[in-house]
């Protein structure tokens, strides 16, 4: 027993590590908007507002006209966003009915339960809060592919960017798993370039966890190719 406890002490300190209450990405987050949970702090106050600001501006800076959300949560991020047309994406039954209503007499904005097959795309896709909720490899790589092949023109990223071994015991939880996703995008969406780097106005405190952030933004362009 005592070797079996040194073992998941160190493969936690790695993050590979998950206890045994969590079992996979989609049912976590399905069982939490069942029970009543929302979508967590960063939907919320003050970072729900730096959010707002960043994306609102890019939105009118550059013309956009179609938004594809991955990961629309329980839409109240969604209140702060000034969107013509938006399609928000979750894996989550429970949370896409809940938009739904929230939404009924929004008619700029749809909901749908997130697929195996994504056929729309629009000027740009956006991923908030996500990416390092996604802890299975297989559902990361399904995410990225799908993030990417729906974007016409541009891709936002809300998330942190490092590996999970950069990252001190007390951020570790159950449904968190830090990567360092600009690895997948040079390897894979090669077609995309970084146009732009924007740092939390709220960088993560351990004493403040639910008012600060550990994501930054980062905004791709797809490429012209020749």
């Known amino acids: ?57 890019f939105i009118k800076r550059k013309n956009i006209s179609t938004v594809i959300e991955f990961g629309c949560g329980d839409g109240n991020q969604l209140k702060y966003f000034d969107i013509p047309l938006y399609i928000g994406y979750d894996i989550s039954p429970t949370v896409v009915e809940c938009c739904t209503k929230i939404f009924e007499n929004d008619k700029s904005k749809t ?4 697929c195996n097959n994504v056929y729309e795309t629009a000027d740009l896709s956006l991923s908030l809060d ?24 541009f891709v936002i990223i809300y998330a942190s960017n490092y590996y999970d071994k950069q990252v001190m015991v007390y951020e570790k ?6 990567r360092k996703f600009t690895d997948w995008i040079d390897m894979y969406a090669t077609d995309f370039k970084l146009i732009e780097h924007i740092p939390n106005k709220y960088p993560f405190n351990e004493h403040e966890p ?13 490429q012209n190719k020749k």
């Open 173 to 178: 939880i159950s449904h968190v798993r830090h």
């Open 1 to 57: 027993m005592k070797f079996i406890k040194i073992i998941k002490n160190i493969l936690k300190k790695t993050g590979i590590y998950r206890p045994s209450y969590f079992t996979a990405t989609h049912k976590y987050w399905e069982d939490r908007y069942k029970k009543g949970g929302n979508s967590g702090a960063g939907s919320y106050n003050r970072l729900a507002e730096f959010k707002a600001e960043v994306i609102n501006e």
């Open 111 to 114: 909901f749908k339960v997130l």
């Open 130 to 153: 996500v990416i390092f909720h996604l802890v299975e490899d297989t559902t990361f790589m399904e995410y990225m592919e799908r993030l990417f092949r729906a974007s016409e023109k």
């Open 210 to 222: 639910d008012i600060t952030s550990f994501a930054d933004f980062y905004i791709f362009q797809k």
